[in-house]
């Protein structure tokens, strides 16, 4: 079946340009992740939705970074005005419900360079 | 404010067990370890977890000490394939929905 996919899988910006970053998960998945993962680190978490709610948003890195999930299904994670710490790999996850701790299933990332 | 630690880098040869460790010295009773894996250019993918018992997949075995202060990720026959960076995590597993907080991971490297 399908997973969980991403567009754009690469992404240059030059400092200072918005960007928008796109996530489908998997059909029918109730709960969405973002994650930032930098050069040789693991991946750190930014924000969670349950469905259109956004539930946590502890992680993102500043006022900068903003996502959304409108209809409960895809969701966008926009960085503005793009700074070089910004240079990452963006990755989305899903899980079935909201429910305990599920497995998480990752999409292939976006990775952004900020030149 | 890792909670696991674990090696860099591991090597392993093809068709051998790689047996990975994982530290988790402060976990708590209603934690749970669960094991990810990464493979290069691609999204983390889950492969086992654990509260206190060994389990086994299809895909590995994960052996918890009695003590819960440590476990280990067992390929039973890596491939090349199985070369990836494995994260160990413990987290708590309640009602709600649960972040994973990754660490630097092991990176496995199996050769022919």
């Known amino acids: 079946g399908a997973g969980v996919s991403q567009s754009p899988r690469y992404k240059v910006a030059k400092r200072g340009q918005d960007v928008a970053l796109r996530c489908d998960p998997i059909s029918g998945h109730v709960s969405l992740f973002w994650y930032q993962q930098a050069l040789g680190q693991g991946p750190e978490f930014l924000t969670y939705?349950?469905?259109?709610?956004?539930?946590?948003k502890s992680g993102l890195p500043s006022d900068r970074f903003f996502a959304e999930r409108p209809e409960g299904s895809v969701s966008t994670l926009k960085i503005q005005r793009t700074q070089q710490e910004d240079s990452a790999v963006y990755l989305c996850?899903?899980?079935?419900?909201?429910?305990?701790?599920?497995?998480?299933?990752f999409g292939p990332g976006t990775r952004l360079l900020v030149l | 404010d890792a909670k696991t630690t674990q090696p860099p880098s591991m090597d392993c040869a093809e068709g051998r067990a790689a047996n990975l460790p994982c530290n988790h010295s402060t976990i708590s009773g209603n934690e749970y370890v669960y094991w990810y894996r990464q493979i290069h250019s691609q999204g983390p993918q889950y492969i086992i977890h654990g509260l206190k018992n060994n389990e086994t997949n299809e895909m590995a075995s994960l052996i918890i000490t009695e003590d819960r202060k440590s476990s280990t990720l067992i390929l039973p026959h890596a491939t090349l394939r199985d070369t990836a960076v494995y994260y160990c995590?413990?987290?708590?597993?309640?009602?709600?929905?649960?972040?994973?907080?990754f660490g630097k991971g092991t990176m496995l490297l199996v050769s022919p």
């Open positions: 996850a899903s899980t079935q419900s909201g429910a305990g701790l599920e497995t998480q299933y």
């Open positions: 939705f349950q469905n259109e709610a956004q539930l946590d």
């Open positions: 995590i413990v987290t708590f597993r309640g009602s709600g929905y649960s972040t994973l907080t």
